[in-house]
């Protein structure tokens, strides 16, 4: 947090001589600040509440907001396999992340570290593949799996999930790596370091949080894919999205089973990215923003 | 944007150290080794990435110039160009564009500007500011199928929808939303969701401004107002404008939601939406295709300007 307050620039002067005019003016923005936060994150905490209520109290008009709180949705949602669905997801996204790390970390400090020529140009090769919109690629995946038999596979949705992070991650550890100072590596070719050594003993540990933050984001996009699950999935290797779009029948009431579903779907994510939230925007923008 | 710097210390592709074009630079034997390291750090992954999602694209490519419906496999045939003849003509692809063109542009403006304003307040000191950040990201980190579902049922429903009880205690008459206005409704789970995405982006930037500038102008009695606008706003382009393109490449591709709430009727039927329909339920791989490979080129124009503007960002960071 930087210590200069952009709305509040005109004032040097300390809290207690602040005319009151202006403590009056940031008390305001405070306020604003706190009523839209809870606006933004009402619908969350909404579905979050829903999901304890009994399904009659969760459809009335006016809503309920005092009623008896019930831990059945869950089960309810447990009953319908969900915790198959959690394990694919999971199966894939952690699958997944492990690959793209795997080939990442190396790819990214071949074009950071140790340049290539024309390390530009592979970067931005890189890159290009993750502007490709994933409905340009997935009619002959269809079919290519179809013809293998390979329809309603994890492993083939893990490997599609790969090429779906790999770029981001290679754009955001290239990011992380170009600030390990050049003169350490330096330093330990020069006392006969190999490359191993080098790369696991002393760049590794300084770029940690830099890949568990690469990770992370990898992770929280494939948990989160609809499109492709959506189309290769069908029940053995169904994910959490594709189950939640097509659990809603339409008959009966299902709101507070729906939103006891969708708490379950969100939260590993949501936690994930509440503990990342400091690099996320770095790796949201591939890098691009310290 | 060719980099031939080659040592072994940082790179340099700054473009300014360039060595003219043909000429091989001399290398000790100790570089050409780190060059060979190099190599063979990147290929495995440049090898997964052209696997999996170039040679499918070329694949693509190669199907829109097919006569192919899959419930009639003995009738494929080369036909050249007339997929794109028909998806060009048949006005489902210019409604689509539309359909894109809108969702996409407003959700991503929109996005812009309530970002923007949340940033501006969240850059503050105030009690709680780390806690009101950590709630305000959080729609971004929704399952995006979730989020769709909770604004269908549980926001939007026009009978025991929140924002419909809401309009009532105002008095305004409850609004179907997925079916009278659904390009709205579409826009908004969108700007929900894009919104903390625009806002971390631009934070990010209010925060990186040079804190002795502010105070300068300040000391030269420029008041907030004017600060802003003669010196935030200039310093705030370059990330208006990143979050702008990744906002649009991402957005690109929306389908979650339109599946989801609209099923692509009511104006909704974007690119994506359009192709997953001929393809997956009309069975026609050809003019699928077709759709795709337009998608593609529209993209990559997107594409291009982004990759411009990164670049420019990289070069004014030193990051690069």
């Known amino acids: 947090m930087s210590t200069t307050m952009l709305l509040t620039t005109g004032r040097t002067t300390t809290r207690r001589t602040k005319p009151l005019r202006k403590r009056a003016g940031s008390v305001v923005l405070t ?6 936060t809870v606006g ?33 949705n869950f089960a309810a949602v447990f009953d319908r396999g969900f915790l198959v669905y959690l394990t694919n997801s999971f199966t894939a996204s952690v699958v997944s992340t492990l690959i793209v790390m795997v080939l990442a970390i190396p790819a990214a400090y071949g074009l950071s570290v140790r340049p290539l020529v024309k390390s530009t140009d592979a970067l931005f090769f890189f890159i290009s593949t993750k502007f490709m919109p994933l409905a340009a690629i997935v009619i002959p995946i269809y079919l290519l799996l179809q013809n293998m038999g390979m329809l309603d596979n994890i492993s083939a949705l893990s490997i599609l999930y790969v090429g779906m992070n790999l770029p981001l991650a290679i754009w955001m550890m290239r990011s992380f790596l170009s600030e390990v100072p050049g003169e350490i590596i330096e330093a330990a070719q020069v006392d006969g370091a190999n490359f191993w050594t080098e790369l696991v003993r002393i760049v590794m540990p300084i770029v940690a949080p830099g890949i ?25 290797a169904r994910t959490t999205p594709p189950f939640l779009g097509s659990f809603v029948s ?6 507070a089973v729906l939103s006891a579903a969708a708490t379950l779907a969100v939260l590993p994510v949501v936690i994930a990215g509440w503990i990342a939230q400091k690099r996320l925007v770095r790796g949201l923008a591939m890098g691009a923003i310290k | 944007m060719t980099a031939t710097a080659i040592r072994p210390g940082r790179v340099e592709n700054d473009g300014e150290v360039k060595p003219r074009r043909g000429r091989k630079p001399v290398l000790t034997q100790r570089e050409r080794r780190g060059l060979r390291l190099s190599r063979a750090l990147v290929w495995p992954a440049l090898a997964a990435a052209i696997t999996i999602t170039q040679i499918p694209f070329l694949v693509t490519i190669y199907y829109s110039f097919q006569q192919w419906n899959l419930l009639r496999p003995g009738d494929q045939k080369f036909v050249w160009f007339d997929n794109y003849a028909t998806v060009l003509t048949n006005g489902a692809f210019l409604s689509s564009l539309l359909a ?13 500007v309530f970002g923007m304003v949340l940033a501006l307040l969240l850059d503050r000191k105030f009690v709680g500011q780390g806690f009101a950040r950590t709630l305000l990201i959080t729609p ?15 926001m939007l429903d026009s009978n025991v929808g929140m924002v419909n009880w809401l309009f009532s205690l105002v008095g305004i008459n409850p609004v179907a939303w997925n079916t009278d206005v659904p390009i709205l409704t579409i826009i908004i789970v969108l700007t929900w969701q894009y919104t903390p995405f625009m806002m971390l982006i631009l934070l990010a930037g209010l925060q990186s401004q040079p804190s002795d500038v502010l105070e300068a102008a300040s000391v030269d009695g420029a008041g907030p107002i004017r600060t802003f606008f003669s010196m935030t706003l200039p310093h705030m382009r370059q990330y208006m404008e990143l979050s702008i393109l990744l ?14 709430m609209t099923r692509g009727t009511g104006g909704t039927k974007t690119l994506s939406y359009l192709l997953y329909e001929r393809a997956f339920v009309g069975l026609e791989i050809g003019e699928a295709a077709a759709y795709g490979v337009l998608t593609v080129i529209l993209t990559i124009i997107v594409a291009m300007v982004a990759l411009r503007s990164l670049f420019k960002i990289f070069k004014k960071e030193g990051m690069s």
């Open chain 1, 31 to 36: 306020f604003i600040t706190w009523v839209l």
């Open chain 1, 40 to 72: 933004m994150f009402f619908p969350i905490a909404w579905m979050v509440f829903t999901a304890f209520k009994t399904e009659k109290a969760a459809a009335t008009s006016p809503p309920t907001f005092i009623t008896q709180l019930t831990l059945d």
């Open chain 1, 212 to 236: 568990a933050a690469a990770a992370l984001i990898c992770f929280i996009f494939a948990w989160n894919e609809y499109f492709l699950a959506n189309l290769l999935t069908s029940t053995v």
């Open chain 1, 250 to 255: 339409g008959r009966g009431q299902f709101l």
């Open chain 2, 100 to 112: 894109t063109v809108v969702i996409v542009g407003f959700s991503v403006l929109v996005s812009l």
């Open chain 2, 140 to 154: 971004f980190l929704m399952m995006p199928a979730a989020a769709s579902l909770i604004w269908k049922w549980s």
């Open chain 2, 247 to 260: 906002g649009t490449i991402l957005l690109l591709q929306v389908f979650d939601p339109i599946a989801i």
